[in-house]
T-cell receptor, first 112, second 112 residues
């Protein structure tokens, strides 16, 4: 695999479920990001990890919990979500926080 | 707070015409500006990255210009093809933080 991969590509979950989104980058980058893309709205930054430390949490509700066990992997743990959390969740990585970001294909999440 | 606007929101052009997509931003203290392409339901593909010290970048049929003082960038796509149909996103990275501020995109349809 090359670039940035995300699994699953599609996820349907009930409001009481717990699930996790996974992102893996094969680019040797040291910064990783979670973004949310809702219909008709610009992409919103959720979390930034640099060298496996969370450096930014953009006022995201606690029902979203990120985890970065190493520089190649990033998870987004989900629990007790709301229907308005349905969106495309995109992961990105970069070499340093100031450099070009490379995006994964996204996970299309539907909360029922 | 950085606001990024893309005009027009949507456009259709016949194959072979040149495309001109506009992006404006409110805070000129930027670190770089990046243009992305997004196909329906997919992730983002980076097209061009312009550093704040640069005036333009070119890649094949694509050319992006940056006028930092007036808060504008333009993406030109020469001799458009049906395969250019996609949404084009402009994103601005401010100096001193990790955030990419995105516009809502220009949705392009190239008619064969």
């Amino acid at each position: 695999e090359t670039g940035v991969t995300q699994t699953p590509r599609h996820l349907v979950m009930g409001m009481t479920n717990k699930k996790s989104l996974k992102c893996e980058q094969h680019l040797g980058h040291n910064a990783m990001y979670w973004y949310k893309q809702s219909a008709k709205k610009p992409l919103e930054l959720m979390f930034v990890y640099s060298l496996e430390e969370r450096v930014e949490n953009n006022s995201v509700p606690s029902r979203f919990s990120p985890e970065c066990p190493n520089s190649s992997h990033l998870f987004l743990h989900l629990h007790t979500l709301q229907p308005e959390d349905s969106a495309l969740y995109l992961c990105a990585s970069s070499q340093g926080r100031s450099y070009e970001q490379y995006f994964g294909p996204g996970t299309r999440l539907t909360v029922t | 707070k950085q606001e990024v606007t893309q005009i027009p929101a949507a456009l259709s052009v016949p194959e072979g015409e040149n495309l001109v997509l506009n992006c404006s931003f409110t805070d000129s203290a930027i670190y770089n500006l990046q243009w992305f392409r997004q196909d329906p339901g997919k992730g983002l593909t980076s097209l061009l990255l312009i550093q704040s010290s640069q005036r333009e970048q070119t890649s094949g049929r694509l050319n992006a210009s940056l006028d930092k003082s007036s808060g504008r960038s333009t993406l030109y796509i020469a001799a458009s093809q049906p395969g250019d149909s996609a949404t084009y996103l402009c994103a601005v990275k401010a100096q001193g933080n990790n955030r990419l501020a995105f516009g809502k995109g220009n949705q392009v349809v190239v008619i064969p």
